[in-house]
């Protein structure tokens, strides 16, 4: 069965950092391009940002509102991929998912995670 | 800054066709957008129904279609079932890598 479990979500507060993982099962981890995507309550989804496949030399991209402050990593030896949230906001608050695409293929978005909640308060 | 646009809301009848649209607030959409639907329920995580405008995810039945329509990206349900009552958000690629995703639209069947 193929899985990406994020963990690691958690209630802290403004200006704080927070550490996201995704750890994937049942599929070729290495050759996955590891995207998030947020969802704040209510509202609608936003792309936050990709880590590429070794193929693409790891290379990590940001949405424009998270750019400078989140980091994105992966360690393919243990199939878990990092979302590094720094110097947090109140408006990151937000139900985090990954999601993958496999890298130099057609971007099809083939698996989820369930997500891992957020709550940053002031 | 480039904003992908969706229709807040549609409703269709059960059986019916709807054909809901995918748009950018400066230009056209273009295949080399690769647009990508998805289907979201409450509490659930989205699931992928079509991406590269118009190829169907594993298990998606093709009662889910995507095509680009003179300058937008759409999605067609044909006969619609009462589960097919859900969000439905588009994402567009920008080029660098980014990816943008419109503001959903919530459907409703009755």
């Known amino acids: 069965e193929v899985q990406l479990v994020e963990s690691g979500g958690g209630l802290v507060q403004i200006g704080s950092s927070l550490k996201l993982s995704c750890e994937a099962s049942g599929l070729s981890f290495s050759v996955s391009a590891i995207h998030w995507v947020r969802q704040t309550s209510g509202k609608g989804l936003e792309w936050v940002g990709l880590v590429r496949s070794r193929v693409r030399s790891y290379a990590a991209t940001y949405a424009a509102s998270v750019k400078g402050r989140f980091i994105m990593s992966r360690d393919d030896s243990t199939n878990t991929a990092y979302l590094q949230m720094n110097n947090l906001k109140t408006e990151d608050t937000a139900l985090y998912f990954c999601?993958?695409?496999?890298?130099?293929?057609?971007?099809?978005?083939?698996?989820w995670g369930r997500g891992a909640p957020v709550t940053v308060s002031s | 800054q480039t904003v992908v646009t969706q229709e807040p809301s549609f409703s269709v009848s059960p059986g019916g066709t709807v054909t809901l649209t995918c748009g950018l607030n400066s230009g056209s959409v273009s295949a080399d957008h690769y647009p990508s639907w998805f289907q979201q329920t409450p509490g659930q995580a989205p699931r992928t129904l079509i991406y590269n405008a118009k190829i169907r995810s594993s298990g998606v039945p093709d009662r889910f279609s995507g095509s680009i329509l003179g300058n937008t990206a759409a999605l067609t349900i044909t006969g619609a079932q009462a589960d097919d009552e859900s969000d439905y958000y588009c994402?567009?690629?920008?080029?660098?890598?980014?990816?943008?995703f419109g503001g959903g639209t919530k459907l409703t069947v009755l």
């Open positions: 999601t993958r695409h496999v890298d130099n293929t057609p971007f099809n978005f083939d698996y």
């Open positions: 994402a567009m690629f920008m080029g660098d890598s980014i990816w943008v």
